[in-house]
C-alpha cells in the first residue's frame, strides 16, 4: 500500500505509513528481529569418528562430508569432547596451533571449524556441541575404538565416547 503524497507533508506521510504499518501488524508494535549470527554454532552440526586411516591421516565426516585430519588434530578433537563431558565449562586447554590446523581442515571440506570450536581464554577450547546433544550429533564408528590398541586414543577416552556418543555402522569405504 502506497501513502499519497499529494497535499500532505512529509510529517504526516510518515504518519500515515505508521498507522498503516501498525494496522497491518493488527495494533502490535513491532520489535526489531535479531539477526542471525553467522559465527554462532549450528544446531545441525553432526561429527562422526569413522577410524578409517590412510596416509597418516583420520577420517571424520562433518555434516557427512569426510575431513582428513593429521593424528594432532584427530586427538585434539578427541580431547574436545571428552572435556565436554569431563567439566561443567567443557574448556580443555590445547595448543593454539594444533586447533588452528583442525579448524583449517573442517573449514576446507565441512566449513565448520569455527562453528565446531570456541575459544575462551588464552589457549583454550571447547566444543559448542552442548553435552546433552552429544549423542545425537556424534557418532563414532565401532572401528573407530581400534585406536585404542593402537594406543592412540586412552581407553578413557574410548570409555567415554562409547558411553556419551552415538554408535555408527562402519562405512563400506573403510
Known amino acids: 500500500m502506497r501513502a499519497q503524497s499529494h497535499n500532505r507533508s512529509p510529517a504526516e506521510v510518515i504518519n500515515v505509513c ?4 501498525a494496522k497491518t501488524q493488527g495494533g502490535k508494535e513491532r520489535t526489531k528481529e535479531k539477526t542471525p549470527d553467522k559465527t554462532a554454532p549450528s544446531n545441525n552440526l553432526l561429527i562422526v569418528l569413522t577410524g578409517s586411516r590412510r596416509d597418516d591421516h583420520f577420517r571424520v565426516d562433518v555434516n557427512g562430508k569426510p575431513v582428513l585430519l593429521t593424528f594432532a588434530c584427530i586427538a585434539a578433537l578427541v580431547d574436545l ?3 565436554r563431558v ?3 565449562s567443557g574448556f580443555l586447554t590445547s595448543a593454539r596451533s594444533t586447533i588452528y590446523r583442525l579448524r583449517k581442515a573442517m573449514d576446507a571440506n565441512a566449513g565448520a571449524g569455527k562453528r565446531l570450536i570456541e575459544t575462551g581464554s588464552g589457549e583454550e577450547y571447547r ?3 552442548p553435552k546433552a546433544e552429544l549423542p545425537t550429533r556424534v ?3 565401532a572401528c573407530f575404538f581400534d585406536l585404542v590398541a593402537r ?4 581407553e578413557e577416552q574410548a570409555e567415554i565416547l562409547r558411553k556419551h556418543c552415538r554408535r555408527r555402522p ?5
Open 139 to 141: 557418532g563414532v564408528t
Open 127 to 129: 566444543l559448542t556441541i
Open 81 to 83: 569432547i571428552c572435556a
Open 151 to 154: 594406543n592412540l586414543i586412552t
Open 170 to 174: 562402519s562405512f563400506s569405504g573403510d
Open 86 to 88: 569431563r567439566s561443567d
Open 18 to 21: 505508521a498507522q498503516s504499518l
